[in-house]
């Protein structure tokens, strides 16, 4: 059996006193190393679901607007037929119009 001093038992305590409170602040210093990576994980998790979302978003806009102007594209070219359409028919009736005016003028 060992039997320690008054003075051997105290230097013992206190030093467990220390290696606890070393061993306590290492533990500290992790958990807030760890807090800290979590933060800057949690953050570069959301900068790149928002800069994932801002992607697609702008992908279905240029879809949507290249849609919108393929569906003009063929409105106008429509259009420009019917346009095309009515000059034709305006510059064939135009001597019949004409006439007609004469006609109702000269019958007065």
């Known amino acids: 059996m060992i039997y320690l001093g008054m003075s051997d ?13 070393k061993k306590l ?11 800290s990576d979590a933060r800057k994980q949690s953050s570069e ?5 928002a ?3 801002v992607s697609s978003t702008q992908a279905k ?8 102007d393929k569906e ?3 409105v106008q070219k429509t259009g420009s037929k019917e346009v095309d359409s ?15 005016i004469l006609d109702t003028m000269t019958t007065f």
Do not use: H, P
């Open 51 to 53: 800069d994932d979302s």
């Open 25 to 35: 602040a290492d533990a500290q210093s992790e958990a807030s190393k760890i807090m």
């Open 45 to 49: 998790i959301v900068s790149s679901a």
């Open 61 to 68: 806009l240029d879809s949507a607007r290249e849609g919108a």
């Open 9 to 21: 038992v105290l230097r013992k305590i206190k030093q467990t006193e220390r290696d606890a409170a």
């Open 86 to 100: 009515i000059e034709s028919n305006a510059t064939k009736n135009l001597d019949k119009a004409v006439k007609a």
């Open 72 to 74: 003009a594209s063929k």
